[in-house]
Nanobody, 119 residues
Framework: QVQLVESGGGLVQPGGSLRLSCAAS????????MAWYRQAPGNEREPVAS???????NYPDSVKGRFAIYRDNAKNAVYLQMNSLKPEDTAVYYC?????????????WGQGTQVTVSS
C-alpha cells in the first residue's frame, strides 16, 4: 500500500515562510511527477507547483517567485518552500505524486495539511 504523508503546515503571519514536506512510502518501484495542490473553502483544488523526475518545475503566476518546489529522489520526498506568504495563500495543501508499483502506475494524494496566513 502506497501512502503520501505530509507535514509542515500551520499558522503564519503575512510575509512569513513555511516549508511543507511530503514523503511516499510503500512498495514503490519509481516516483514520476510530483506536485502540490491547494484548496481554499468554497474553491476548487488548484495546482501550486509541480516537478518532474528530472527536476523541471512549473508554477502558476499566483505563486511564481514566492514558492519553490524541490524533491529528494532517494527519499521519495517532495518539499514546498513558501515565502512572502499572503492571506490568500490560506488553504489546505495536498501532495500529489505519480507512482509506479509492480502492479500499476497511479496518482496518489496526501491527506492534506492546513496552512493559515493571518495576523
Amino acid at each position: 500500500q502506497v501512502q503520501l504523508v505530509e507535514s509542515g503546515g500551520g499558522l503564519v503571519q503575512p510575509g512569513g515562510s513555511l516549508r511543507l514536506s511530503c514523503a511516499a512510502s510503500g512498495f514503490i518501484f519509481s516516483v514520476n511527477d510530483m506536485a502540490w495542490y491547494r484548496q481554499a473553502p468554497g474553491n476548487e483544488r488548484e495546482p501550486v507547483a509541480s516537478i518532474t523526475s528530472g527536476g523541471s518545475t512549473n508554477y502558476p503566476d499566483s505563486v511564481k517567485g514566492r514558492f519553490a518546489i524541490y524533491r529528494d529522489n532517494a527519499k521519495n520526498a517532495v518539499y514546498l518552500q513558501m515565502n512572502s506568504l499572503k492571506p490568500e495563500d490560506t488553504a489546505v495543501y495536498y501532495c500529489n505524486a505519480i507512482i509506479k508499483t509492480l502492479a500499476k502506475t497511479s496518482h496518489y494524494w496526501g491527506q492534506g495539511t492546513q496552512v493559515t496566513v493571518s495576523s
